[in-house]
């Protein structure tokens, strides 16, 4: 699918990360590896740049670098999904793909109601619908019913879905079904808390020997000026008993510190790597400037998930490498108090930075990433306080003055930094931590530079010019 040329000539245009060939992207949906190629779905709406129209989208890849657009899986055409097709999953069964999602009906009222559906398809191209197998919400549950995420365990099929219960709590709900076609609910995996009014987009899945259920909280908060609504996507880790529905669980753990990532999903690799993607955005955000262009948001760069105690790590998956160009090495700098160092910047505006930090006692720093009076992105060190923060300020996106702090249990060693032409993804002690933001700077802005408050030395220093590699 080719895009319109204002998109194409936006120079806020993505050059590696997945974005719309026009109008909106949101959640990823049916990750999924099926006949030796990775497919990737995602909420569109081809239509313009607000939240409606939802279809789905369709990429697939066999190295996660090179993708080839696909028609549309599903558009909102059926009396059961005329609102949207919203959130679902792939699976596969004898040798077919299905598609299972949420069909969204709005009543005149504002009311809606929920559809869980399948599609089906023999070919992984064509998908034919096959209509709703659970009608409506399950008693005790409002309209706010959806996201399903099925796999199979032994001989039965099991979903996770985002739910909200009558007295308007979010909660996890967990299903099953022999065939895919008849589900009965088997209980609620988490118990509701009163501030959060909805538990979306779950995903229960096993990573070394441990269950992790990742979902996104919304969550109500009062302000100065009244309520106000938290999007928050993370993670719990427990141990899950499937045939009677209990999860014994720690903390909700947020997954990114960084200003927009919401809505991850994960599939399993044919090497057993549990694969992420995210949307690059968030259920309410200001506008972004490239709307202007007809397309707006698009999707994180796949990380490999692995866990570490009782702490989730997330990488950049290792097939990234292949969009380096030609390395720009840096011999090993020691910096002085007070003193800042430049780095190399490759032309286009799509680089990969990789570097180690090193003090005799924790040091506070300032790394750069964009500086001007109009845009700026920063990532600042508290050595003493041990708290990193991303600083950002777009006016151009309704973004003045921003920060994001995560609480590092030790000193900042390493950064991996992948900046797109409207994005940056910052990878922390190797993905002890993650922050993701859209940022839109300046056509040529100021090199990247790191200002040392005390002295440490930067070693391992590469940056490596990143190639365009999306289909246009």
């Known amino acids: 699918m080719l895009a319109p040329l204002d998109v194409i000539e936006d120079p806020w245009r993505q050059a590696y990360h997945l974005c719309p060939p026009l109008g909106l992207l949101n959640d990823p949906n049916g990750l999924i590896f099926w006949r030796g190629a990775y497919h990737v779905f995602y909420q569109w709406n081809p239509h313009g740049c607000g939240h409606e129209n939802k279809h789905w989208a369709h990429v697939r890849s066999t190295d996660l670098i090179h993708w080839e657009w696909l028609p549309p899986a599903l558009a909102p055409d059926a009396p059961y999904d005329e609102d949207g097709c919203y959130s679902g999953c792939a699976v596969e069964l004898g040798g077919d793909l299905f598609l299972m999602y949420s069909g969204n009906v709005r009543s005149a009222d504002g009311g809606r109601e929920s559809y869980q559906c399948l599609a089906r398809s023999r070919d992984g191209v064509a998908f034919e619908k096959l209509g709703p197998v659970i009608n409506g919400a399950l008693p005790g549950y409002t309209g706010h019913f959806r996201d399903p995420k099925a796999w199979r365990h032994g001989d039965r099929w099991y979903a996770v879905l985002g739910a909200q219960r009558n007295d308007l709590t979010g909660t996890v709900l967990l299903l099953e079904s022999p065939d895919l076609c008849e589900w009965h609910s088997v209980g609620e995996l988490i118990q509701p808390a009163p501030p959060c009014y909805m538990y979306e987009c779950p995903d229960l899945f096993t990573l070394e020997g441990r269950t992790v259920l990742m979902c996104c909280q919304q969550v109500l908060e009062a302000s100065a000026d009244g309520a106000r609504r938290s999007d928050v996507a993370g993670y719990m880790l427990g141990w899950v008993d499937l045939e009677r529905a209990r999860f014994p669980h720690g903390g909700f753990h947020k997954l990114d510190q960084g200003f927009d990532f919401y809505a991850p999903q994960t599939l399993l690799g044919p090497d057993g790597r549990r694969l992420l993607i995210g949307w690059m955005g968030l259920p309410v955000q200001p506008q972004t400037p490239s709307v202007d262009s007809g397309w707006t948001h698009c999707l994180t760069l796949p990380r490999e998930l692995t866990l570490e105690g009782d702490q989730l790590m997330q990488r950049p998956a290792r097939e990234l490498a292949m969009l380096r160009s030609m390395a720009i090495r840096v011999p090993d700098v020691d910096m002085d108090a007070n003193t800042a160092f430049v780095l190399p910047q490759p032309e286009g505006g799509a680089w990969e930075l990789d570097l180690s930090i090193r003090a005799a006692r924790p040091a506070d720093w300032v790394l750069h990433l964009f500086d001007s009076e109009l845009q700026s992105l920063s990532l600042v060190f508290d050595g003493a306080g041990g708290r990193l923060t991303l600083q950002?300020?777009?006016?151009?996106?309704?973004?003045?003055?921003?920060?994001?702090?995560?609480?590092?249990?030790?000193?900042?060693?390493?950064?991996?930094?992948f900046i797109d032409r409207s994005s940056a993804e910052i990878f922390v002690n190797d993905g002890v931590a993650v922050f993701t933001t859209r940022c839109y700077p300046a056509a040529r802005p100021e090199a990247p530079r790191l200002l040392a408050r005390q002295a440490l030395t930067l070693h391992d220093i590469h940056v490596w010019p990143l190639e365009d590699r999306l289909a246009r």
């Open 392 to 417: 950002r300020h777009c006016p151009a996106a309704g973004q003045i003055h921003e920060s994001r702090t995560c609480e590092m249990s030790g000193v900042v060693t390493r950064l991996q930094v």
